[in-house]
Every structure is written in structure tokens, then in C-alpha cells.
């Protein structure tokens, strides 16, 4: 986190929510005006893993091809040969997604969910770690292009960055007083392991009461007056995945309420869909969230400790 916070300045938070992203091989939807740092974000991000990093600017004539590959025929061989497009890599910045056509934004569900490419009838897997970063700018609409609901679902969070502070915009005015931070950085730990450390982190307990917790969340999103789509199943493992992780971050191996309660607001919101007549109200689904997060019930009876012991007790076991 240290590491890409001395290029991206004021945003430990985002920067959190990233690595538990990567924890739980998942994918992000960064969603915030121009110039807050979402590019340099991701690229600071896969230079601290060093691992391969590739961006892809999507414009409404990009096609498919050019984000899973192409075959050409090869003079010399005599045969037609696969040129692997920018998503075999491990960190794909898709920039400005809803800027590509549907048709090529579905070329990435395939990438997103199973991690793997099926080209001219030949499934090619994709390399460990593989993380898809979206950008999209959400007060420009002109010439975009929404992105479905399945293709939103494959988000494990949607992020906003947010403005800098006064005092934080001025250290990054030092920052960038002379060579870019991002010139100079280096890798701090080893890229690779990320899917054995993914694998390790389903070893963190998660108490009966918390995964009924997240269940009760969830449930509640799709009977809720307001909204006409509820939050789906992945919405539940985003949130139960996502507390295993962020437990793990902070030393702990067992999950507690305050990992649901923190992720509930990037994982759920954009899998829910807001009635029109909500929405000419001035309701958003983040409000929604918001809500349920203090209306759903907890088992009050726990404490921390009795969520350690459910941890010593599956060890045992």
C-alpha cells in the first residue's frame, strides 16, 4: 500500500480495496471524473507486483479481436499463426470501457469470469494473476455506451477515487515537481504468488452469524421497494470473499461485521437496479445500501471474541 501511495497521494483507502481485489482475484470498476489518478493507479499497482501491465483505450471502433487476439497466416510455416491481444497479461487497464461497443465489451466477460479466451474454436487460458481495471468517466455520456448488467456483475467492487484535500493536492504538487514518482518505483513483493496467497485466504474463518449477515443483506436488496433488481449470488461471495481478505490485510483470521459493513458499498450498489419512479425521487442504489446496512440484523449476542473463537475452533476441526 506504502508503494503505490507515494504515487497516488490521499488514497489509502482505494488503494486497500484494490489489493483485497487482487486477493480475491477479482476485477475493479474504477468510476470517477477525469485527471484523479485512475490510469496511474492501476499502472503503479503492477509495478509494485512486477507483474505485466497493458492498457487498452477503448474507442467505439475497437474490436473484440483486438483485445483477445487474431490469427494471421504465416508466410514461412505455411499456417495460420495466434497473436495474442493485450489481455493475456496479468493487469489489463480497460480505459474508458463504456466507450467500446457492446459487442466488444462482451469480448471481456469471458476474460473476467473464467480467465480464459476461446479464439478461432481454441480456449486459451489466461495467465495467474489476471486483473481487469475499468475506467469510465459518469458525467460524460456522449458517444458511450452502458454497460450491461452482466458485465457490471463481473465486478468484484466499483471504486470512485475522489478529489484530493488541500493539503494532499499540494503534496502532490511537490511530488510532481520534479521526476514522476512512477519512474522510480520499484516491485516490493512478487506478483506471482498472488494466486497462492488468493488460495490461502480462504483458510480465514467466517462465523455463522457474519455469513448470515451477508446473506440477510443481500436478500433484502432484492425485495426492497425501490429497487426492481437485487444484488445476485456473486454479489453474496463478493461480500463473503471480500471479508475473508480484508481480515487477512489486517492480520486477523477471522472475518468480523466491520469487513461486511466497509465492502457492502462497492460490492453491492452496482448490482442493483433502481425503479424509475425511485429514481425520479432522486434515489440511488447507494442510498438504498446505505439503508439496509442499518436496518439488517446482527446477531448482537457476539462479540469479537466469540468470532476469534469460531477461528480457533475450525482450526481444531
Known amino acids: ?7 497516488i497521494v490521499g488514497k489509502e483507502e ?10 480475491c482475484e477479482g476485477h475493479v470498476l474504477l468510476e470517477d471524473v477525469p485527471g484523479v489518478g485512475k490510469t496511474m493507479m492501476a499502472r503503479a499497482l503492477s509495478v509494485s507486483l512486477g507483474v505485466d501491465f497493458r492498457r487498452l483505450q477503448c474507442t467505439p471502433d475497437l474490436l473484440p479481436s483486438d483485445i483477445t487476439g487474431t490469427s494471421i497466416f504465416n508466410q514461412e510455416t505455411r499456417q ?5 491481444g493485450p489481455a493475456f497479461t496479468h493487469v489489463l487497464l480497460a480505459d474508458e470501457i463504456n466507450r467500446a461497443t457492446p459487442r466488444t465489451q462482451a469480448a471481456l466477460l469471458e476474460c473476467m469470469g473464467e480467465q480464459q479466451i476461446t479464439a478461432d474454436g481454441v480456449t486459451r487460458p489466461l495467465p495467474r494473476p489476471f486483473m481487469v481495471i475499468a475506467t ?7 458517444g458511450t455506451f452502458p454497460l450491461p ?3 457490471l456483475d463481473r465486478f468484484l467492487f466499483k471504486l470512485k477515487l475522489g478529489y484530493l484535500s488541500d493539503e494532499e493536492e499540494g503534496k502532490m504538487l511537490i511530488n510532481l515537481g520534479h521526476r514522476h514518482p512512477i519512474e522510480t518505483l520499484e516491485a516490493v513483493v512478487g506478483g506471482h504468488n498472488l494466486p497462492e496467497l488468493a488460495e490461502q485466504i480462504w483458510q480465514v474463518t467466517v462465523a455463522d452469524s457474519i455469513r448470515d449477515y451477508i446473506v440477510g443483506l443481500v436478500q433484502a436488496t432484492r425485495s426492497h421497494t425501490d429497487l426492481v433488481l437485487g444484488a445476485s449470488p456473486r454479489g453474496s461471495l463478493a461480500l463473503y470473499r471480500g471479508a475473508q481478505a480484508r481480515a487477512a490485510l489486517q492480520g486477523r483470521d477471522y472475518a ?8 457492502a458499498p462497492l460490492a453491492l450498489p452496482h448490482r442493483c437496479i433502481v425503479r ?20 439488517t440484523a446482527l446477531n448482537l449476542g457476539e462479540t469479537t471474541e466469540d468470532w476469534a473463537e469460531a477461528s480457533t475452533t475450525a482450526g481444531r476441526e
Do not use: C, W
Open 256 to 263: 468480523l461485521p466491520d469487513d461486511v459493513q466497509a465492502l
Open 149 to 151: 448488467e452482466a458485465q
Open 136 to 142: 469510465q468517466n459518469p458525467v460524460e455520456y456522449e
Open 1 to 7: 500500500m506504502k508503494n503505490v501511495g507515494d504515487v
Open 80 to 84: 495460420f499463426q495466434f497473436i495474442a
Open 14 to 23: 482505494v488503494i486497500e480495496h484494490l489489493l483485497i481485489a487482487l486477493l
Open 276 to 295: 424509475s419512479d425511485a429514481a425520479l425521487r432522486g434515489r440511488t442504489a447507494d442510498q438504498v445500501i446505505s439503508e439496509l446496512l442499518e436496518e
